[in-house]
Each structure stands twice: as C-alpha cells, then as structure tokens.
C-alpha cells in the first residue's frame, strides 16, 4: 500500500530504537508510516520503553521480532548486536530521551539501544522528545552541540504542550515530520556517497563553497622564499569532498604538489597578500574554509636580484601578513554562514584552539596537533577535534584527510539547514 511509490524509503532497512518516553506511542504509527513507504524496520527498545508501549504491539506493527537484551542467546545465535546495528540503511532512535542522548554524547553502551548505536557504522537520526526543561538543561545542551559535530542527525523537537503540563520545546515531532526527516537522511546520504555527481544534487548542491589550501610561499629574493611544511593535503581534500556533494567550489591554493580536485575551479596564488586577493574576488560563498597555513610574515622589500653571500648574515626586515580567515569572518555585507578556521598546534591544544576560535571570528573551528610526532602534516591522515562557537567540542579518531573531509562537509550541510 505505498501511498508514496518514489519515496527513498523504498526497500530499505531501518533501525528503530525506542526509547522510554510517553511519547513511545508516536513510534508505533511512525513504524506504520515507513512500512508504508515500503521500508522494512527492525525494531529496538529500551526497558524504559517497554514502560509505554508493549513489544507485542511494535513488533505486530513492524511483522518483525522486537530486540531489547544485550545478553539474549536467541538473539546472538541468529544475529549479533554487530549485524543489528549494520543490517541497516540508517539508524532512528524515536523518541530519543536526555538519557539516551547523554548515553550515545559519551559513548556509553550499558544496554542493546546505547551498544548498537556505538557499534553502527550508519548514520544516526534522534527524534527527541523530554520535558522542556530537561530539553534546556546545561546538560543536554551541551550533548545536543557534541551529537551535532559528531554528525549525528536531529528532528525536533518542537514546541508544544507536553505530557506533564508544561509548554515548551521538548515535545516529539509528529511521525510525518520524521519520516521526511529519514527520506531526507537518506537522500542525502547516498548522494554523498557517489564521487563524481552531476552538478546541482548533493547535500551542497545549489551551495558555493571557498577553500584556501596548502602554504603560502613570502619571497626573500627571486630564488629564495619563507614556507611551511603544509602539503594541502586537507584542504584539497575538502574542496573534493564539497564538490562531490554538489557545491560550486573555488580553490585557493598555494604552491603545492597535488593535482587539481575534479570539478573545482582552482585559482593558484604564491603569497598570503595574492591569496587574500583571491578569496575577497571569490566571495560571496556560502562556506569559507581556511585550511591553508598562511605564512604570518613577509619581507617588507624582498630584494629584485638574488642576494649575495659573504660579509655578516643578512637580516630580514618582516612586516605582518593580513588575517585572511579573521578578514571574512568579520566581513559585514558578505560573511558566509558559515566560516570554518584551521588550528594547527603543537602544545596546550585546546587552550589555543580556544582563544583561536573567539579571536578569529570563525563557527567552527579544525583543530590538529602537527607536532613532530603527529605525521599530520604531509600525512594521509589526521586525527582532529572540532570546535563550535557555541561551545561544543568533539574528537574525532585518527581518519584518512578525505574521511575528515567528508565528515566536515557533512557538518557543513547540516549548519547551513539550521541557518
Ligand atoms: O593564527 P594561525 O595561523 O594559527 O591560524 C590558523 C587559521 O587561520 C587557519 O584557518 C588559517 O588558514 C587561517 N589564517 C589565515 N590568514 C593568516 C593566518 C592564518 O587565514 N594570515
């Protein structure tokens, strides 16, 4: 009976986590709106859950077994929390409580519910739903920011009158509204999958996106220059990424030794005054990441002819190069949503990162330690936290660039919804 024959429900799996609320009777006329649209749903509940709904009825509604023990014999023998958790296109958790949200903000897996959604390797919907003021705790704030940058999707809640009386946000959205949320999820997730996208789909489709990329090079003479250690790497990373997610992007890039990212326009540019050039021409945008190491300095008169040596050792007169990330991100007319800054330290990491992120002006910020150890820089790796201006801050575990960059973009796309 799919009343929505074209919906990207169609034949997928969904896993559905129920968790202990009074809003656990909305799962069931959810779990009847996705069968609908042809979706399978396995389905999960909490203890607390089977407080408010009985598994008879979820698993009637979903012709499927409900799955509630961590240490169910039945259950490993036929299949393991591991496979429950991958069989799936992507997760839901309906309604997901402040308890559920602190569990899967911390990495907490005490129950089935809080192990699968650790060990899936799927996106992550929460649909919460809590008293308005649990909702507006510290706490759970703090939680909601971490799920964020950890890319973990949310729907609602929304304001309304709740259960206990009170009115506020806090109340679940309506099972429609979520399962246009789970379509959207799914869209978007396998149009980021795909490589090379026609122009105009993706999670950034229809977005212009800037990225300055790789060191800059300050000359000293013709034949003579100040750098970094900076291969690009990353940020030529993220220029990909964002076109494969269907965004107009334009790369600034410094001297490096890559290839130019497919479907980008790359303008190269050698000194940090040529590169602010190029960004300010490039704008407006609706992302602007500022992944290159631009040199702090330059000679104040590099010299027309090579120097010579011999006498005492030459000294150069340096004067400061302008903040090209500090310079957009206080652009009045034109800031991009969102501005995303790089900080990459050695020691006290998240001191500076910190300091970094007000001083500059910038959403969100990249922090990387390339200490000599960390083989970040040059790497094909990088192991980053994220820092938000509204005060969340996640680590992310050692990655491949390209898997930080998608990650990022990911974050990019969801900032730019909720803007
Ligand atoms: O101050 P620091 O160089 O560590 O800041 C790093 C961040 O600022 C990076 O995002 C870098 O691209 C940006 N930056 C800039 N222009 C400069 C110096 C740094 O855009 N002159």
Redesign the pocket.
């Known amino acids: 009976m799919a009343d929505t024959p074209a919906s990207p429900l169609a034949g997928c799996t969904i896993l559905l986590i129920v968790g202990g609320g009074i809003a656990a009777y909305k799962a069931l006329d959810l779990v009847r709106r996705l069968r609908e649209r042809g979706a399978a749903v396995r389905p999960v509940m909490t203890e607390g859950a089977k407080q408010f709904v009985t598994p008879l009825s979820l698993a009637s509604l979903a012709g499927a077994p409900v799955h509630d023990a961590l240490f169910s014999l039945t259950d490993e023998s036929t299949m393991g929390h591991i496979e429950l958790s991958r069989a799936a296109e992507l997760v839901v958790v309906a309604p997901a409580t402040a308890n559920l949200l602190a569990k899967l903000a911390n990495g907490l897996a005490d129950d089935l519910a809080s192990t699968l959604l650790l060990a899936t390797d799927k996106r992550t919907l929460v649909v919460p739903a809590m008293n308005l003021r649990m909702w507006l705790h510290p706490a759970t704030r703090r939680n909601v920011e971490r799920l964020r940058a950890d890319g973990v999707l949310f729907c609602g809640p929304v304001e309304g009158a709740m259960a206990c009386g009170e009115f506020g946000p806090g109340r679940m959205s309506e099972p429609l509204a979520v399962v246009a949320a789970i379509e959207a999820a799914l869209a978007a997730d396998t149009r980021l999958a795909l490589p090379n996208l026609a122009p105009g789909r993706g999670a950034l489709a229809g977005r212009r996106v800037v990225v300055?990329s790789g060191p800059t090079h300050e000359p000293i003479d013709p034949v003579r220059f100040i750098a970094n250690r900076s291969s690009g790497k990353q940020g030529h990373a993220i220029a990909s990424a964002a076109a494969a997610a269907g965004a107009e992007v334009v790369l600034v890039s410094g001297p490096v030794a890559l290839p130019d990212p497919a479907g980008v326009r790359v303008e190269r540019v050698e000194t940090?005054l040529e590169m602010l050039a190029a960004v300010k021409a490039a704008l407006p945008a609706d992302v602007f990441v500022?992944?290159?190491?631009?040199a702090?300095w330059h000679v104040t008169a590099a010299a027309a002819h090579k120097l010579k040596k011999g006498g005492e050792p030459a000294s150069l007169a340096l004067a400061a190069?302008?903040?090209?990330?500090a310079t957009v991100a206080g652009r009045e007319r034109d800031r991009p949503p969102v501005v995303v800054?790089?900080?990459?330290e050695t020691e006290r990491l998240m001191d500076h990162a910190r300091e970094?992120l007000g001083r500059?002006g910038c959403d969100l910020l990249v922090l990387n330690d390339v200490g000599p150890a960390s083989g970040t820089f040059g790497g094909e790796t990088n192991e980053v936290t994220i820092l938000a201006r509204d005060g969340g801050a996640t680590a992310w575990p050692r990655l491949s660039k390209a898997e930080v960059a998608k990650r990022l973009v990911r974050l990019f796309a969801e900032r730019l919804d909720e803007t």
Request: neutral net charge; proline residues 5%; aromatic residues 6%.
């Open positions: 300055t940090a500022a992944a290159a190491a631009v702090d190069n302008p903040d090209i990330l800054g790089f900080a990459a970094k500059k």
